[in-house]
Nanobody
């Protein structure tokens, strides 16, 4: 059974920073063979792509709304993907989810490409 567990969410003032982590585990889960992504869902809104990182970590992709403020990274030795969020805005308030995608063709914005998801962590940015 594969598990993705997010942590690091919380309440922060606008302009502040948070670092989200997503730790993966599973007897047959080889972390380094998966592309990883972060998505978010604000109340009353659809799930939205935030950032993605390819298997070896050398290529990343971001939503325009977070480009220059958020950084995705991964540590394959620790089976963990991170999302460093700086200069947070109230509109970043959402539940943040990490996902793992085994596709050979990387299409990070496609939520249907992801095989596994975490349970989510709440990020609230106050104005």
């Amino acid at each position: 059974q594969v598990q993705l567990v997010e942590s690091g969410g919380g309440l922060v003032q606008a302009g502040g920073s948070l670092r989200l982590s997503c730790a993966a585990s599973g007897r047959t889960f080889t972390f380094s063979t998966y592309n990883l992504g972060w998505f978010r869902q604000a109340p009353g809104k659809d799930l939205e792509f935030v950032a993605g990182i390819i298997r070896a970590g050398e290529v990343t992709r971001y939503a325009d709304s977070v480009k220059g403020r958020f950084t995705i990274s991964r540590d394959n030795a620790k089976n963990t993907v991170y999302l460093q969020m700086n200069r947070l805005k109230p509109e970043d308030t959402a539940v943040y989810y990490c996902g793992a995608d085994s596709s050979r063709v990387w299409y990070p914005t496609n939520q249907n490409a992801y095989d596994y998801w975490g349970q989510g962590t709440q990020v609230t940015v106050s104005s």
